[in-house]
């Protein structure tokens, strides 16, 4: 997991806290847990994250890309398998129907992504 990047050391030391004190305003028991997230040996949890976006007033995404790029690179692959599946499907009747939607929102959803990247 070393290999996910992550900017919470640079944000902390060019705040001025000490890891001890940065766990103590996270809420976080100890001063380790913040070590193992600068060093991305551990994921941090969904509120110690949101804690750190709220404490440096930076998106998770920018204090966490690489743990975000890990994430973004999963769900994609999960989403083409299941487009796959889908596509591949028998069904009938209702769950045809139900297929359709997945589809159509998955095909909307490249498209908004295909747009988004050209901003």
């Given at each position: 997991m070393s290999a996910v990047a992550s900017y919470l050391r640079y944000h902390r030391l060019k705040s001025g806290f000490s890891r001890r004190e940065l766990a103590e305003i996270v809420g976080l028991l100890t001063e380790t847990?913040?070590?193992?997230?600068?060093?991305?040996?551990?994921?941090?949890?969904?509120?110690?994250?949101l804690s750190y976006q709220a404490i440096f007033r930076i998106p998770i995404t920018e204090l966490f890309p690489g743990l975000y790029d890990t994430i973004a690179q999963g769900i994609e692959e999960r989403l083409s398998a299941l487009e796959h599946t889908l596509e591949n499907s028998s069904a009938r009747g209702s769950k045809a129907n139900i297929i359709a939607t997945k589809l159509v929102w998955l095909n909307e959803r490249k498209g908004s992504t295909t747009t988004e990247s050209n901003e």
């Open positions: 847990q913040v070590a193992r997230h600068e060093r991305s040996d551990l994921f941090p949890s969904l509120m110690a994250a």
